[in-house]
Nanobody, 125 residues
């Protein structure tokens, strides 16, 4: 049974950092790309970052480039999102999702077949 469980969210001041974790089970993260998404109140869910099955290729949206880093630990079968220099506009529920394919190529929801329950990130002073 495929399962994704996010953790690591919380309340942080602007300029602070958080590391989100996405623990996967029922499959191994070296077989599929994993994406991180977020949904702010009143807004549509948007893709944030993706890591390929090989782990060697990553991509991020412009709004988080230079601040967020996606990585993974194969021994723990876990994907991380390190978020630095957080801004109030980063406030959202963050989700990880398993892509149907090995490579990252955009964030169309139809290309992701399993989703976690989400973890809340709030950036506020």
């Amino acid at each position: 049974q495929v399962q994704l469980v996010e953790s690591g969210g919380g309340l942080v001041q602007p300029g602070g950092s958080l590391r989100l974790s996405c623990a996967a089970s029922g499959f191994t993260v070296d077989r599929y790309a994993i994406g991180w998404f977020r949904q702010a109140p009143g807004k549509e869910r948007e893709g944030v970052s993706c890591i390929s099955g090989s782990g060697s290729r990553t991509e991020s949206v412009d709004s988080v480039k230079g601040r967020f880093t996606i990585s993974r630990d194969l021994l723990k079968n876990t994907v991380y999102l390190q978020m630095n220099s957080l801004k109030p506009e980063d406030t959202a529920v963050y989700y990880c999702a398993k892509r149907r394919y090995y490579l990252c190529s955009g964030y169309g929801p139809i290309d992701y077949d399993h989703w976690g329950q989400g973890t809340q990130v709030t950036v506020s002073s």
